[in-house]
């Protein structure tokens, strides 16, 4: 992009503000921003908000391309972080936008639309010490003063250059990024894949120090010992833990350097309460991942220059701090059992000070069975045991007294720190068994001095790892619909504890579900699992479990198979291990589904997916797909939510990410507390659409999606949200206003109407989000004398029903299948009513009836008496009465009544006769509008059904043709209107003000500004021109007879 060295206008300036509120903003990094000048001098510039920052670095920036002088570098200042939500104290990476970028990393500044990359402005991701931190910020700089001159008289800005560059000059003019370079990906992982811990007393040697002594707290009277291991994979560090039974679980994680520099920190659920994270409630362990590790550090973690630290307590005072070196061990490759070694029970406190260990087991069950033991520990040396210093390693089983092992073995040099002792021996099968199930006992012990002593169970392995697959048919011929998932974890007693979920699996098939051994072409039944099926789910727990099964599983031979009476192997799977952290720490997965009659979706498509919420309110998610490896194609993920489950229930939908393939794992950052907490309180489904075609593929329900509490919005005494009533049927809080309503179990659109589910003699109305109900009126019904007033079964309000029974009356059965329809409301045929105008309610100076026979729909408005005065005088004695009265006292005397001027039209019955016949009056030139006759000549009111005369509009009938036309006010009338409202506050006998002029006044005075009232009056209004049109159609259709309308 281009960028013209001009002075920025008042009207770039509302652009780049406007642009402001509509893009990403820098959260989590500040930006600092240089630019060389005349006087060799640094500008730098402070701001406590972020956009109000972003703001001023665009301006500066341009400012900045306007001189154009040769000047010397200075370095960036640096600008505070703002205040992060999620509260991370150190951060190895930046965010600018929503782009999180490495730390050491440089690229052009995106501004997004309408700007585009600004090629001038050069930004970086630096490391920022601060108060023994590393702390990640962004600087940008602007580069054009960089730019080597160019060696021509009219040099050219190129596309995506910041320098000019003369033309047909090959040589790039650009200032060079900082690219790294590509990395073998699985070389690295070979080279630095495995790494283990051990965190003690003595291990926590460089926390002591003067400068460390404020910040951590090492005093450690109970002697608690922890062990972890890492695992490097795709640039992401997962960690797991096993930590002393004798204290509660750490509230952060740190990794420092060798001087003690906090590179990293992560701060911990210190109470992890019901669905957030079953594994580790099951385990005991403490999982994790440090996402993105920056090179930098990935150095420090090959040389063993990297620490662990977990703290307890909080963050303003700090009760214990253990740390420990990451280091390598080979042993970790085939590691399938491992042990946390404390001080034994009946030891010195005081000789064991700091002392612990670690145990890495691993075994092999094949003709000769066997057992290799790299134990990493401290404190079992005397203080004069220098050289060749003797050693008890055993291993027992505690329960019958068995000695299972027991060696003497020798450390040259012995270390107060870390020592390593490896031991190779064969084992029975039967002590493999016991040491599987958590039994044996493993004990180092000094020969010198016996009560210098460490010991531990061996217990599965401490890495955080659960072992999941799809189950799909394994014939892609198949037919069948069937489908499902199965995950499992061990237990720290050896239990296998498993979850499989099925779909289209009918248990009427007989469903026979086994763990099996999978070697290709061989598969053995390991368990049978079908005790445990109950409807789609089987979920248990294998308490004895083999060594040869567990070997299985790591080896990842084990599966899951689902028999059926007609197949032997309906649908099965392969388990596969992936680490605890994230979206996988979360309660279950998700199953999602093939979307019914989709045609771009195979045939045995269908995917797996886990969404969690991190301590710092992001959003994880991680997709398995199955089916779409023949079919490559491009992919779309959305997150759709809804209040509830209900009929017409407001749906939004969030897309999350595009991808292709069939395995995706991404997060979403910032996103917005009000979003978040609908994944706990809403209904939400996953689903993956298809880019191309735009069709959706596979669907599943979200399930127990726990969001932490200081996630959720908070809210002001100004800003209390409501509390949802269970039994509530008029839930109006369940969404915003303008918006739908939600009643009696489902949602209806805004202006609906429908009779209430739970009274069906009530009328409900949909009214800018709030639903409101009202009692049917019934009208006053006068029966003829061959008919009798009957109440129907169904029906509210009583209808009169002829007492023939001959055949030309329709029988009763087919009475209540017949009816009229006025809208989306059915109306037996017989039926009166009082039509429902919402906000008004019902209209009692109408009443609707659907003829018996003709199921034609009348609606005609209440004739009204004629008036013993003058119709100025007549008024209303309340708001919904349907005629005028005369006031007492104001009676004419005029032998004829009716109106004095016969000119005048008022809305009262009229007292002329007229004796001619319909047909004289259409062949004399007379008009018929809604079955009504006028005469050639005759003027009118129009009558809008269920709404009333509109006095302010005139309609004249004139050779057989209508014509109608609104009353015009002058100016100099609404002038006078205006005069006369005025004195007839003071003065009531002022003569009455023209309704018609003093309306169409009122409305080009405020020209468009409307209240609400009038917004309501013009609501009603075409509501009810609405039902006349309803009306009318609704008789033509029927009658085929053609009148004209107004």
């Known amino acids: 992009m281009a960028i013209q060295t001009t002075t920025p206008t008042t009207a770039t300036t509302k652009m780049l503000n406007t642009r402001l509120h509509q893009n990403s903003k820098f959260r989590d990094a500040t930006v600092a921003t240089t630019s060389s000048s005349s006087s060799s001098s640094s500008t730098a510039f402070n701001s406590t908000s972020t956009s109000t920052f972003f703001y001023k670095f665009i301006i500066f920036a341009l400012l900045c391309l306007t001189t154009v002088v040769n000047a010397r570098r200075h370095s960036p200042l640096i600008v505070e972080e703002p205040v992060r939500r999620n509260n991370r104290p150190a951060v190895s990476e930046c965010q600018f936008g929503k782009t999180l970028r490495e730390l050491g990393s440089t690229w052009y500044a995106d501004l997004g639309p309408p700007f585009g990359v600004m090629y001038c402005i050069k930004c970086e991701c630096v490391a920022v010490p601060k108060k023994r931190r590393i702390v990640a910020r962004v600087q940008c700089r602007n580069i054009k003063n960089e730019c080597p001159p160019a060696l021509c008289d009219d040099p050219i800005l190129l596309p995506g250059k910041c320098c000019k560059t003369c033309p047909g000059d090959k040589n790039d003019t650009n200032i060079a990024l900082d690219v790294p370079a590509p990395l073998n990906l699985e070389e690295e992982e070979r080279n630095m894949k495995h790494f283990a811990a051990l965190l003690t007393g003595r291990t926590s040697y460089f926390l002591k120090g003067e400068e460390m002594k404020t910040m951590y707290t090492t005093h450690n009277p109970l002697n608690i010992v922890a062990t972890g291991r890492?695992?490097?994979?795709?640039?992401?560090?997962?960690?797991?833990?096993?930590?002393?039974?004798?204290?509660?679980?750490?509230?952060?994680?740190?990794?420092?350097?060798?001087?003690?520099?906090?590179?990293?920190?992560?701060?911990?659920?210190?109470?992890?309460?019901?669905?957030?994270?079953?594994?580790?409630?099951?385990?005991?362990?403490?999982?994790?991942?440090?996402?993105?590790?920056?090179?930098?550090?990935?150095?420090?973690?090959?040389?063993?220059?990297?620490?662990?630290?977990?703290?307890?307590?909080?963050?303003?005072?700090?009760?214990?701090?253990?740390?420990?070196?990451?280091?390598?061990?080979?042993?970790?490759?085939?590691?399938?059992?491992?042990?946390?070694?404390?001080p034994a029970p009946g030891t010195k406190p005081d000789q064991m000070a700091g002392a612990g260990g670690?145990?890495?087991?691993?075994?092999?069950?094949?003709?000769?069975?066997?057992?290799?033991?790299?134990?990493?520990?401290?404190?079992?040396?005397?203080?004069?045991?220098?050289?060749?210093?003797?050693?008890?390693?055993?291993?027992?089983?505690?329960?019958?007294?068995?000695?299972?092992?027991?060696?003497?073995?020798?450390?040259?040099?012995?270390?107060?720190?870390?020592?390593?002792?490896?031991?190779?021996?064969?084992?029975?099968?039967?002590?493999?068994?016991?040491?599987?199930?958590?039994?044996?006992?493993?004990?180092?012990?000094?020969?010198?001095?016996?009560?210098?002593?460490?010991?531990?169970?061996?217990?599965?392995?401490?890495?955080?790892?659960?072992?999941?697959?799809?189950?799909?048919?394994?014939n892609g011929e198949s037919?069948?619909?069937?489908?499902?998932?199965?995950?499992?974890?061990?237990?720290?007693?050896?239990?296998?504890?498993?979850?499989?979920?099925?779909?289209?699996?009918?248990?009427?098939?007989?469903?026979?579900?086994?763990?099996?051994?999978?070697?290709?072409?061989?598969?053995?039944?390991?368990?049978?699992?079908?005790?445990?099926?109950?409807?789609?789910?089987?979920?248990?727990?294998?308490?004895?479990?083999?060594?040869?099964?567990?070997?299985?599983?790591?080896?990842?031979?084990?599966?899951?198979?689902?028999?059926?009476?007609?197949?032997?192997?309906?649908?099965?799977?392969?388990?596969?291990?992936?680490?605890?952290?994230?979206?996988?720490?979360?309660?279950?997965?998700?199953?999602?589904?093939?979307?019914?009659?989709?045609?771009?979706?195979?045939?045995?498509?269908?995917?797996?997916?886990?969404?969690?919420?991190?301590?710092?309110?992001?959003?994880?998610?991680?997709?398995?797909?199955?089916?779409?490896?023949?079919?490559?194609?491009?992919?779309?993920?959305?997150?759709?939510?809804?209040?509830?489950?209900?009929?017409?229930?407001?749906?939004?939908?969030?897309?999350?990410?595009?991808?292709?393939?069939?395995?995706?794992?991404?997060?979403?950052?910032?996103?917005?507390?009000?979003?978040?907490?609908?994944?706990?309180?809403?209904?939400?489904?996953?689903?993956?659409?298809?880019?191309?075609?735009?069709?959706?593929?596979?669907?599943?329900?979200?399930?127990?999606?726990?969001?932490?509490?200081?996630?959720?919005?908070?809210?002001?005494?100004?800003?209390?949200?409501?509390?949802?009533?269970?039994?509530?049927?008029?839930?109006?809080?369940?969404i915003a206003p303008d918006a739908k309503c939600f009643h009696s179990g489902r949602f209806y659109d805004d202006a609906e109407q429908w009779r209430s589910t739970q009274d069906t003699c009530q009328m409900c109305a949909c009214q800018r989000g709030r639903s409101t109900c009202e009692p049917i009126k019934c009208p006053t019904v006068l029966c003829k004398l061959s008919e009798e007033l009957v109440q129907r079964e169904g029906e509210c309000c009583p209808t009169c029903i002829s007492q023939n029974s001959g055949s030309e009356i329709i029988s009763a059965a087919e009475q209540t299948k017949r009816g009229c329809r006025l809208g989306d409301q059915f109306h037996m045929a017989g039926a009166t009513w009082h039509p429902y105008l919402p906000p008004n309610g019902f209209d009692t100076c109408t009443t609707c009836t659907c003829d018996a026979l003709t199921l034609e729909i009348r609606c005609p408005r209440m004739v009204c008496p004629l008036l013993a005065c003058s119709e100025k005088l007549a008024y209303r004695p309340d708001k919904k009465a349907c005629c005028k009265v005369c006031p007492e006292g104001k009676v004419r005397n005029d032998k004829v009544l009716g109106p004095l001027n016969t000119d005048e039209l008022g809305d009262q019955a009229s007292g002329r006769v007229n004796m001619r016949t319909p047909e004289e009056k259409l062949n004399q030139g007379g008009c018929k509008v809604l079955s009504k006759i006028y005469e050639n000549g005759q003027e009118w009111h129009p009558v809008i059904a269920s709404h009333g005369e509109q006095k302010c509009i005139k309609c004249r009938c004139k050779d057989s043709k209508v014509t109608c036309d609104r009353k015009h006010c002058s100016r100099s009338t609404c002038q006078q209107t205006r005069v006369s409202a005025k004195r007839k506050v003071f003065d009531k006998n002022e003569p009455a003000i023209d309704e018609c002029c003093s309306t169409q006044c009122r409305r080009s005075r405020r020209h468009h500004r409307r209240t609400h009232a009038d917004r309501t009056t013009n609501t009603d209004e075409k509501q009810q021109q609405q039902l006349s049109k309803r009306v009318q159609q609704t008789n033509n259709n029927r009658s085929g007879s053609s009148s004209h309308s107004s």
């Open 358 to 474: 670690t145990a890495i087991v691993s075994t092999s069950s094949g003709a000769a069975s066997s057992m290799h033991l790299t134990l990493v520990f401290n404190g079992v040396f005397s203080p004069d045991d220098y050289v060749d210093a003797a050693l008890n390693v055993r291993v027992e089983l505690p329960d019958r007294k068995e000695i299972v092992l027991d060696e003497v073995q020798k450390v040259r040099k012995p270390s107060t720190e870390i020592n390593v002792l490896e031991i190779s021996s064969p084992i029975s099968i039967q002590n493999l068994r016991l040491m599987s199930r958590g039994k044996l006992l493993l004990t180092i012990e000094s020969k010198k001095n016996p009560n210098l002593r460490i010991q531990g169970h061996i217990l599965t392995r401490t890495t955080c790892e659960l072992f999941q697959t799809l189950l799909t048919p394994h």
């Open 230 to 342: 890492f695992m490097f994979h795709k640039k992401n560090l997962y960690y797991s833990f096993y930590i002393s039974s004798k204290i509660n679980r750490p509230r952060a994680i740190q990794f420092v350097d060798d001087s003690g520099t906090i590179l990293e920190e992560h701060q911990l659920e210190t109470q992890i309460l019901g669905p957030l994270s079953i594994y580790q409630n099951s385990t005991g362990k403490v999982c994790g991942v440090w996402r993105r590790v920056p090179r930098d550090y990935k150095r420090l973690l090959r040389d063993e220059r990297l620490h662990v630290v977990l703290l307890w307590g909080n963050k303003f005072q700090a009760e214990l701090a253990l740390a420990g070196k990451i280091a390598k061990y080979t042993a970790l490759q085939t590691e399938l059992f491992s042990s946390l070694m404390e």
């Open 479 to 734: 037919k069948t619909k069937s489908s499902g998932l199965a995950w499992v974890f061990l237990n720290t007693d050896g239990s296998l504890s498993y979850n499989i979920e099925t779909d289209h699996v009918n248990t009427k098939d007989r469903p026979e579900i086994s763990l099996i051994e999978d070697l290709g072409k061989r598969k053995t039944m390991l368990e049978d699992l079908t005790p445990t099926f109950n409807f789609n789910q089987a979920i248990g727990t294998i308490d004895k479990l083999g060594p040869k099964v567990l070997e299985s599983l790591y080896a990842g031979d084990l599966g899951v198979n689902i028999a059926i009476e007609s197949e032997p192997s309906l649908i099965r799977g392969r388990l596969a291990p992936r680490p605890v952290a994230d979206a996988r720490d979360s309660a279950e997965p998700i199953l999602l589904k093939r979307a019914e009659n989709s045609i771009v979706a195979p045939m045995h498509s269908m995917g797996m997916a886990w969404i969690a919420i991190d301590n710092e309110c992001n959003l994880h998610y991680e997709i398995t797909l199955n089916g779409f490896q023949a079919n490559p194609q491009e992919l779309q993920i959305y997150l759709e939510e809804k209040p509830i489950e209900a009929i017409g229930a407001p749906v939004t939908r969030k897309l999350l990410e595009e991808f292709s393939g069939s395995y995706m794992e991404g997060f979403v950052l910032g996103m917005p507390s009000n979003e978040l907490v609908k994944l706990e309180t809403s209904v939400c489904y996953l689903e993956i659409h298809s880019k191309d075609k735009r069709e959706l593929l596979l669907r599943g329900k979200l399930k127990s999606t726990k969001v932490p509490a200081h996630c959720f919005p908070i809210y002001t005494d100004n800003n209390v949200p409501n509390v949802l009533v269970p039994g509530d049927h008029n839930d109006n809080h369940l």
